[in-house]
């Protein structure tokens, strides 16, 4: 692993270029919005910071996963 914090890995994705186009982003948010208003939540902003990775193509799917197991196994 060559981050040592969640943080230090989420800056260096947010770096990235975005790696899917602006419809692709759109839907994903849209995706994101429905799951919370099926579950009847809001999301905080930590959450949406995360969100975020996945939304803008940051991260692909199997990264993200990696940097949730990372960040929230080990608290």
Do not use: C
């Amino acid at each position: 692993m060559k981050y040592t914090t969640a943080d230090q890995w989420r800056n260096a994705a947010m770096e990235r270029e975005n790696s899917v186009d602006a419809d692709e982003s759109k839907r994903r948010r849209a995706t994101v919005e429905a799951h919370h208003r099926s579950e009847g939540t809001v999301p905080n902003e930590t959450q949406m910071a995360d969100y975020e990775l996945y939304i803008l193509g940051k991260m692909h799917v199997e990264e993200y996963q990696q940097y949730l197991l990372f960040k929230y196994g080990a608290q």
